[in-house]
Each structure stands twice: as structure tokens, then as C-alpha cells.
């Protein structure tokens, strides 16, 4: 049996479904109406923001799609669009997020490449210790210190539960560094904190159990954050899980001033620092700054016998005295190791 040839036309022509003929392009919307709003909390794939940092317009956002997989972390300064009612079962959308002033970062450990970013935009670090229950660490207190330099913010030293040691010989430790440190015992007045906190973004960090959340309680007294025990082994609980702003009250005398607000961070126990370089904490010191320019490169400005030709042994007074501190924190930063854990404490029934 002979092929019976045939002809074909157009409609033989296949046509893959859902292919549409239109060339895809990178243009992305302007969204020249988009609003200025900073993020306060993060939960779940939804952001909390509040428009104009007015803490009375809040919306609930999600990230818009040509953002990506883009970070946007509490304190990020980011362009919302969409329903910015902030009623109840609405959502905006985030389009934009703007380059960041500070960025407080830490890693897991000091060879984990990836960085986790804390809060974004802060000025000013408020490093939260206890002097005993669970007794204090230096090593915790220098990480802290070394990502507050390397990422921008100035670092305050806050040590709390002073009803049960003096603050004396700890705030000691940091004396040539020219750290504010502030007294903030349960029975302390808060007037000389509330006023280094007034008019600033500031994020606090600290071990839990040390009293960090009982000291946001005071600050913002609707916060209503959780306040945990420091466990039977000497660990504090994790009573605070996200990190959320929370805008503080009003000046007395000020009432139509900027807000200033605190960022109450989850309670860590180890302070990775594997992003950190030793340059970037002189950098936070205008005089050693123009020192090292003379050190060979390489240098770790360790000193004898790693660096012996290290330009910071030529200082001299002030700028000399506050050099070795400066150095003596690099040396604890890079041997101490990556898990500076919550110390272990005799009393388990001590307040959080």
C-alpha cells in the first residue's frame, strides 16, 4: 500500500501552551508613591513597619517579589506600597530597601562564613551584663565591643543586677577605652539611661538571664516582654525570640520630639566575630586611625613578638595607653574562640 503524501498549512504548527510571544524585561515599577516607613519587627515572612517612624501608623508588610531573597531586618529603612491602613487583615507590600547607615552583624562561630545581621541603622549598642547571676564575662563584652566598632555604633556598657555586686571592679576592665558605662540594678534609677537614650535607634544585646528584658520592661512599661529564670545548669532561658523595636516614651518636657527607640535583640550565647577585621576596630579610634597607616601590611597590631615592627608601640600617653586596650581586645577577640557561652551561675531562681 502506497503513503498517500500530504500537504501542511498553518495549523499544523504546534504551539507550546502558556508561552506568551511578549519579550521578557528587567523594567521594574517606580512606585513613585511608595511611603517611607521603618521595619520593627519580623515574624514569619511578614514585616512590622510603621510609616514615617510615627509608631501609631503601623502596617503589616510582605517583601515584593523583585525584592527577592533581599534581607530586611528590624531597623532596615525600607519604600512601602499597597493598603497602608493598617487594618486589621491587610497587607503592604516592601519594594524598596535603602542602603543602611550601621549594620551590627555576628556569626555562629568564628569560621562560619555566613553573617547574621541583628539590626540594621542603630547608633548606638547597648551592651546588657550582670554583675553576678550569672557573673560576668570580659570575652562577651569585647565581642560585643568589636562588632559595635566594625559595624558603626557607639557601644555603651549597661550592668544590671548591681544590688548583688560592685560595678567597680568589672567596668575596670574598659576604663582606657573611653566606654560610657551605666548602672541600671532593678533598684537603680533609670534617669541617666533614658537620657543616652533619648533621640537614638539603640539595639540592646546580651546573655539571657542577665536582665535585659526586665530593664525593657522598665524603659517601655507596655512592652510586656517576657521575663525568664536562669535555668538549673547556669543558662539563661530565651524568653525574648525575635528582635522588635519598641519606641520609647516621651522626653519629659519634649513631648512633640523625634522617637527614640530600643531594639530588644533574643538573649545569644556565643558572638561569632568571623567578619570582623582587626583594621575596622582601630578604625573607631580617630588617633590609632592615623597610627597603624605605618604598619607593614599584614600587621594584626598584636605587637611583639606577631608584629614587631607594629606603628602603635610608638604612641605615647593617651593615645599609648588607649592603643594597649585597643590591642589587648584584638588578643581576647582572636583567642577566645567561637562559643563565649553563658557563664554558669549557683543560683537558679535568679531573675532573667
Not at 491602613?85 to 551590627?104: C, F, K, N, Q, W
Not at 536562669?230 to 516614651?249: D, E, F, M
Not at 557561652?341 to 531562681?349: K, L, R, V
Request: hydrophobic share 35%.
Amino acid at each position: 500500500m502506497s503513503r498517500i503524501a500530504r500537504s501542511y498549512d498553518e495549523s499544523d504548527v504546534r504551539i507550546r501552551p502558556g508561552k506568551g510571544t511578549r519579550p521578557r524585561t528587567k523594567k521594574r515599577p517606580a512606585h513613585d508613591d511608595a511611603q517611607t516607613a521603618m521595619v520593627v519587627s519580623v515574624d514569619r515572612g511578614r514585616w512590622g513597619c510603621v510609616i514615617g517612624g510615627d509608631p501609631d501608623r503601623r502596617v503589616t508588610a510582605m517583601r515584593a517579589r523583585e525584592l527577592g531573597r533581599t534581607p530586611v531586618v528590624v531597623g532596615d529603612q525600607v519604600a512601602v506600597v499597597g493598603d497602608l491602613s493598617g487594618r486589621p487583615d491587610t497587607l503592604a507590600r516592601i519594594v524598596r530597601v535603602d542602603e543602611r547607615s550601621t549594620v551590627l552583624r555576628r556569626t555562629a562561630d568564628d569560621t562560619d562564613p555566613y553573617e547574621r545581621i541583628v539590626v540594621a541603622n542603630a547608633d548606638q549598642l547597648l551592651i546588657v551584663t550582670a554583675l553576678a547571676d550569672p557573673p560576668p564575662r570580659t570575652g562577651f563584652v569585647e565581642r560585643a565591643l568589636a562588632a559595635a566598632y566594625a559595624g558603626g555604633l557607639t557601644p555603651i556598657l549597661c550592668l544590671t543586677k548591681s544590688d548583688l555586686a560592685d560595678p567597680a571592679g568589672f567596668a575596670a576592665h574598659f576604663a582606657d577605652l573611653d566606654l560610657p558605662v551605666l548602672i541600671a540594678g532593678r533598684d537603680d534609677p533609670l534617669d541617666r539611661l533614658q537620657q543616652v537614650l533619648d533621640g537614638h535607634l539603640t539595639a540592646l544585646i546580651g546573655h539571657s538571664g542577665v536582665g535585659k528584658s526586665t530593664l525593657v520592661n522598665r524603659l517601655v512599661p507596655d512592652a510586656d516582654r517576657a521575663v525568664g529564670r536562669v535555668s538549673g545548669i547556669g543558662k539563661g532561658r530565651h524568653t525574648s525570640t525575635q528582635s522588635v523595636a519598641l519606641p520609647l516614651p516621651s522626653a519629659p518636657g519634649d513631648p512633640d520630639g523625634p522617637t527614640s527607640w530600643v531594639v530588644d535583640t533574643p538573649g545569644i550565647r556565643s558572638f561569632g566575630l568571623a567578619h570582623v577585621t582587626p583594621d575596622e576596630i582601630i578604625d573607631a579610634f580617630g588617633d590609632l586611625r592615623a597610627a597603624i597607616d605605618g604598619c607593614t601590611r599584614g600587621c594584626t597590631h598584636l605587637g611583639p613578638p606577631a608584629d614587631p615592627e607594629c606603628a602603635l608601640d610608638g604612641l605615647t600617653g593617651d593615645s599609648y595607653r588607649r592603643a594597649m586596650a585597643v590591642r589587648e581586645l584584638l588578643a581576647a577577640v582572636r583567642d577566645t574562640g567561637p562559643a563565649d557561652t553563658e557563664p554558669e551561675t549557683a543560683n537558679p531562681d535568679a531573675l532573667g
